[in-house]
């Protein structure tokens, strides 16, 4: 191994156990996690269960699962489920941008005075 892959190693390795120091920039990047995170959570969150609940229909429908769990047929009870899932699915990301949206503009003017400051002073 070459002398430059060593120190590189060395110091990625090093970097690891050092305090870094928390700068502007990376309070506002917090921020704008802060912003995002709740509406990324709904996101994939409702997003898997409609899934789920979307094959769970699918499910029913094509094969003798609901004969074993006692529905009889499972083609009305398979459809009815997977087409509520389809509906969750879709209605899934408008939720989403609109979560997103509320967040934006709950703390917009704080994130743009911040960014200002920033900006002014760098």
């Not at 769970?56 to 699962?65: P, R």
């Not at 699915?89 to 709950?106: A, M, V």
Request: hydrophobic share 45%.
């Amino acid at each position: 191994m070459y002398k430059e892959d060593q120190e590189f190693f060395i110091r990625k390795i090093r970097d690891q156990y050092t305090e870094k120091e928390n700068t502007p920039l990376d309070q506002l990047r917090a921020m704008d996690a802060q912003v995002k995170r709740p509406a990324l959570m709904f996101g994939w969150i409702f997003g898997i269960l409609s899934a789920l609940l979307m094959g769970s229909g699918m499910s029913l429908v094509m094969t003798d699962l609901a004969s074993v769990i006692g529905l009889g047929d499972g083609m009305t009870p398979g459809i009815v489920i997977g087409v509520i899932g389809l509906i969750m699915t879709c209605i899934n990301y408008p939720i989403y941008r609109r979560i997103l949206s509320s967040r934006k503009k709950q703390f917009k003017t704080q994130i743009l005075q911040f960014s200002s400051r920033m900006l002014q002073n760098p």
